[in-house]
């Protein structure tokens, strides 16, 4: 018995009598398990600690005197150390080697095939695995044969193992002792075979033989190896000009188990060829096979003959003209049509002409000297065979407009070379693009290779016939998009055709290849404020679009270098004259309307959030509406004929880091229409005031320093002492945009609200008649959960903003209509009415 | 009871067999405060793998597995420092119960303690150092009987007490008394100063019945990192000669304490008794707590009272403290204060 065991044994013993002597019901088995003494026992039952005393040797202190040699006891028995401990806990008890279980081998038991073997190692003591040993056998049944060099976790079977059984074995070591436990091994179930290739019979072919219509190929798989499952079976189909095969040719592209004949089909024979595959690594690809071939495949309309009719001149419509034929009689429908331009009549540099791809194409500037010609693809409506070959039109001669017909025109002195530009005048009504020949000259006075002056003179009858066959509010236009550079454009013109255009509040327009003027005719009248009979025959109009002196963009320069802006391209003054017998009237206002000036954009400046325009109106560079229209053009908005100037102004605020409606903060601080604050930085979450809001609107919509007779009247109590101010809400009032009170105050320190400025602006798009087209479907109150809460007079206002894309509203679909406006609401609002009023970007 | 898997685990260090009424309480107790337990041995922790193969109690028996990192470990092992295995530095990153290092705290360190702290002063026990054996002939002559004790976990084995007999030495090795002559006596003590030993004044704690024993005062944290008593508990030796109650070749017995007090010393000594080992309990808990910190939560605290009723302290344990017959308390309050331990980590760490 061991010291531990005796150990034990007594402990029971001494809690079997505790627990008796304390009165304990229970005694534990382990008491009645409990050795006898071992030497004489003294029992003494105690009731007051209930102990029984036992295993006492017998004796006192003389009994125990030690006759031997003391010293020599103390030495070899007493005070030697104890043995280290072996009792460890269970968990150290029988750790030990480590073991390997579940060995398995995965894989085909074929020849060039690869197997892997796993397995799980394990460790009582949780040690990792260190450089267990494996190694792969051969095994006939009987002799169990080492393979040489195969010692990893994959073996790649080879000839000599056909007929074999593979056997993996594994001696688990650990990294900690006891390193090596006992060889763990796996036997396949089944023998190596040798491989065969798979193969693919009958292969045929299923569905109907013409163009459009799909084929199915079909085969059956087979493999004599039953593990090698089909992996990878490739597929051809070829045409060939009859069942025999003559010319037979793969199919580009044909690699799928279904093909849709094409045109080249037409009449072709197709046969289908599978290649059976499988992922063995040997004889894995079986002989291709093919099947047999289909009958000719029906044939697609045809379109010959092709022509272009028409005459060839710019305006003028050029038709498509071919013979569609069809064996199967379907009706033509759907025909493709592309239309090119070329340089010759034999095709250099043929190039397919944008969007024209209808079965006629109107002649335009850019055609001149060119070769127009097309291709059709005759389409019918037939389930069979509904596409057919591409005919490609003859070539026809070169486009020459005007030249057979030309427009009447005057040769001026200087001009040597006229014939050209002669040609170039288009007077048009922009929306029909209708040519209406004989309807104005152009002169070019030149100085050298400067054109000094551009004169266009509008022919009467010529354009009251454009007039006439526009419809109302359209724009007649003079335009000669070639003309570039000239140092002044003038256009001359009686009162009584502007009047017949005002009539039908048509606008007109006088464009070059870099500038233009487009305005409101009926604002020409309406300034002189004389009438129907004051716009005669005899009323000469005089329209100016004039390239600015250095000196004026120098100024301009100077005044937006102190903006944090810098000018590009330059300044064009526009100017409308009036002369009636000896008085000649200035236009400076076009009323309640905008004008659109066209300016040359400098190459390169194609950002519109950084692009700003500003007119010099008395002195003053105020900011107006500008938009980028191409890579070429920018287009200013003002209801006001001055110099006009673009800038160029990167705003920065390092308060609007993060801001949902940075972009839209940006925009509209580069352009001027509003200010930062005194600290530099936007304030967005600020207050709008009625002044403030009447500031932000002046600028942001153009109306600065509009005309007295166009501004408010300045009879409210209360407008600030700042005269700018002052003057900015007379000129919002004078736009319609604001109300004073009934007591005769603006309250230009009231706060406004959402649904003011959104009121406000409504109101200015009514009167500027801008055109807010419908972007959105959902009516306010489906958009809004708290459309109702909005004030009843400010309904209809709402309604027209949410339609027309201006308000949003907040993330959690509340419109806040009676919220007190912010800087960046206000700002995002307007920058919103700008661009989908089309003044901006 | 829950047995499923636990997202928390409380892991126990043992080095040796513990007792398997300790184990299923420890058990028991992690269970109910939401923990998983299981027990392993140092040897079995895998640092590369983050795990240690350990034993969990699943279907009534206690099962080998491979548990993640514990959230906390209830060293029962402390042998931080002399730990062959490696294990604390594998588990540096988990909170243990128990962070001193072996043998940081000794027989003489407490005796120190107790001489340097004034409301403990009463309970110290002359002693003096064994290397100093030319003084021992003179500290047994004042003290006419001492007892020599190793210093090295002896459990009453190793020791014996010394009495001076005109001009001989009684050396009562428990077993058998020797007589030894001076220059005998000059050779056992150089024997003894071979190790770490000390000399100390011998009293003998004797019941009505004339039986020796000590009292062993079980202190440990509770749920809350509050110290609690344990088990208080008479420890007899049932062999007269046999004065060192915990000597385990011998027979011993247990008694309930207050049964003890009563049958003893009355209701009302009896109790005034309790008191007083209580209150110098848990004033040597908190001097030892301010002296050594907070690593360790396990008190063995022994006590003895002479003739005069005077209460001595003979040792203070803060190692691994026995827990004869009272495993559950021992479970109840170590897992407990385990448990409290991982929260505390985890809040510092932010992680609950």
Known sequence: MTNYEKKRRYTKVAYSMLALSMGLGAVPVSAREALPPKASSLAIHSSHIGLRLQHVPAGGASSRLYRGDSLKYFKNEFLRKPGFSKLLNVIGEGGGAPTATGVSITGVLQVGETLTATYAFHDADNDNEGASVKQWYRYDGSIKTTIPGATGTNYTLTSDDVGKYIVFGVTPVADDTPTTGTEADYTTIGMVSSPAAPTAAPVSISGTAAVGQTLSGSYTYADANSGDTQSGTTFKWYRADDGAGTNKSAIIGATAQSYVPTFADAGKFITFEVTPKNAANFLGTGTPTSSSPTLAVAAAPVASGASVVGTTRVGQTLSASFAYMDANNDPESGSLYQWYRADDGEGMNKNPILGATSASYVLVSADLGKYISFTVIPKNAALLADTGDIRGSEAVGAVAAAITEPASVSYSAFSAQVSEEESLIEVVAVKKNVETSQAAKLNLVKDGNVIERADFNFEADGVMSALTEASVKETIAVRVRSLKGAENVYGNITGDLVQAMADKTQRLAMITGDVAIDFPTVSIPEQLQAGADGMTRETKIELKIEKQPKAVREAAAEWAAGQGAKVIGTSYKFSVKVQNGDKTTSIAQYGDRYAHFTLPLPEGVTDPTTLAAVMLVDGQYVPVPVRIVDQEHAVVETPTNATVTLVQRERQFDDLSGHWGAQDLLFMANKDNIAGEADGKFNAHGNVTRGDLATMLVQSLGLGHRTKGLSGDAGFSDLPEDAAASEAIQLAIGAGLFKGYPDGTFAPEALTTREQLVAVLMRFRANFELELPQVRSESLDASFKDASKGADWSKAYLESANKGGVIKGFENDSLGASRELTRDEAAAIIRRFLQHTNLTN | ?352
């Open chain 2, 1 to 352: 009871m829950d047995n499923g898997p636990k997202a928390h685990w409380i892991g126990m260090m043992l080095g040796w067999k513990m007792p398997e009424n300790f184990l299923f309480a420890c058990h028991c107790m992690a269970l109910e405060r939401g923990f998983g337990f299981y027990y392993f041995h140092p040897k079995s922790v895998n640092e590369r793998q983050g795990t240690i193969a350990g034993f969990v109690f699943r279907d009534g028996r206690w099962i080998k597995d491979v548990f993640p990192y514990p959230d906390v470990i209830y060293d029962r092992y402390r042998r931080k420092g002399k730990d062959k295995f490696g294990a604390y530095a594998k588990l540096a990153t988990i909170p243990m119960t128990h962070t001193l290092p072996e043998k940081s705290f000794g027989k003489l360190d407490f005796y120190a303690l107790l001489s340097r702290r004034a409301e403990l002063r009463s309970l110290l026990l002359p002693y003096m150092n064994g290397k100093r054996r030319g003084d021992i002939p003179a500290f047994i002559d004042r003290h006419e009987r001492v007892i020599f004790k190793s210093d090295h976990r002896a459990r009453g084995r190793r020791t014996v007490f010394v009495t001076k007999k005109e001009w001989v030495y009684e050396v009562d090795d428990q077993t058998h008394v020797h007589v030894l002559n001076p220059q005998e006596f000059d050779v056992l003590t150089a024997m003894f100063a071979m190790e770490r030993f000390t000399v100390q004044k011998a009293i003998e704690s004797r019941t009505k019945e004339g039986l020796t024993y000590s009292i062993r005062v079980h202190l440990m944290k509770n749920g809350a990192g509050l110290w609690c008593h344990g088990m208080i508990m008479p420890l007899l030796s049932l062999t007269p000669h046999v004065n060192v109650t915990n000597h385990d070749h011998t027979m011993r017995g247990f008694a309930d304490w207050q049964l003890f007090l009563t049958a003893q010393f009355g209701a009302i000594e009896g109790a005034k008794l309790d008191a007083e080992v209580r209150r110098q309990a848990e004033a040597v808990a908190l001097a030892l707590q301010e002296e050594l910190g907070d690593g360790f939560h396990e008190i063995g605290l022994d006590l003895g009272l002479d003739a005069s009723g005077t209460l001595y302290a003979f040792e203070a344990n803060i190692g691994n403290v026995g827990m004869i017959l009272h495993e559950f308390e021992t479970a109840r309050h170590g897992i407990a204060y385990a448990a409290h331990v991982a929260a505390t980590a985890s809040q510092i760490k932010g992680a609950f």
